[in-house]
């Protein structure tokens, strides 16, 4: 570990082997009337913490996690391994990220399921409020859900209650609303349709295909 970080509330901490914080990160923050209580936050071996990222009680960080810089992390989530989220994101409350998921700079998720091996790219939204601020939200939607091997596009807005299914490629700059089926390509504001997932062609011929390697491993 490196100097120049803080830990607050050092007894809810549980860090991992082999952590590498760099300066100016801050672990273990409470929210505004939030109480310690059995709240902790734990973080995995190998992990990576970068500079002026924060990171708050009641979060389950896994193995070989890397925040690159100025991530923000709140609570009540739980991110799985080999995961890797690019500076100024935000991973605001209630999220379940999987493994070997990849979260560009710049995004935002709230109340977002995501399962393995999945690619977020710059500027994505995940919106989980249809007319904030209202006290019942969290009542009026279910939870944003992306199934594995998915790939969303720079400055996506995903709207709350959408689901996206597995093998999925979003464009960039598409506005996904409602339930998207497997192997689908989606494009437009809003979103539609345009090809089936499994007609993309990998154009250099490196692959048979396009994602062919997140088939590779199934875990």
């Known amino acids: 570990m490196t100097n120049n970080y803080t830990i607050t509330n050092k007894e809810a901490v549980v860090l991992g082997e082999n952590i590498t914080i760099q300066p100016y990160a801050i672990l273990g923050l409470i929210a505004p009337n939030q109480k310690i209580g059995r709240q902790k936050l734990r973080i995995g071996n190998n992990a990576f913490i970068g500079s002026h990222s924060s990171i708050y009680l009641n979060n389950n960080i896994g193995n070989n996690v890397n925040l690159i810089e100025q991530v923000l992390i709140l609570g009540n989530n739980k991110i799985g391994n080999n995961c890797r989220i690019g500076p100024k994101s935000v991973i605001s409350h209630s999220n379940k990220i999987g493994n070997h998921v990849r979260i560009h700079s710049h995004a935002f998720l709230e109340r977002v399921q995501i399962?393995?091996?999945?690619?977020?790219?710059?500027?994505?939204?995940?919106?989980?409020?249809?007319?904030?601020?209202?006290?019942?939200?969290?009542?009026?939607?279910?939870?944003?859900?992306?199934?594995?091997?998915?790939?969303?596009?720079?400055?996506?807005?995903?709207?709350?209650?959408?689901?996206?299914?597995?093998?999925?490629?979003?464009?960039?700059?598409?506005?996904?609303?409602?339930?998207?089926?497997?192997?689908?390509?989606?494009?437009?504001?809003?979103?539609k349709k345009i090809k089936d997932f499994r007609e993309l062609k990998c154009d250099p011929g490196f692959y048979k295909y396009p994602f062919e390697w997140w088939d590779v491993n199934e875990k």
């Open 115 to 191: 399962e393995n091996h999945v690619f977020i790219s710059p500027h994505v939204v995940f919106a989980d409020d249809i007319h904030p601020p209202c006290p019942k939200y969290e009542e009026c939607l279910p939870e944003i859900y992306v199934e594995s091997r998915v790939s969303i596009g720079a400055n996506v807005i995903v709207l709350p209650g959408s689901k996206i299914g597995h093998h999925t490629q979003v464009y960039a700059g598409a506005v996904v609303n409602g339930e998207v089926e497997p192997y689908s390509v989606m494009a437009g504001n809003p979103a």
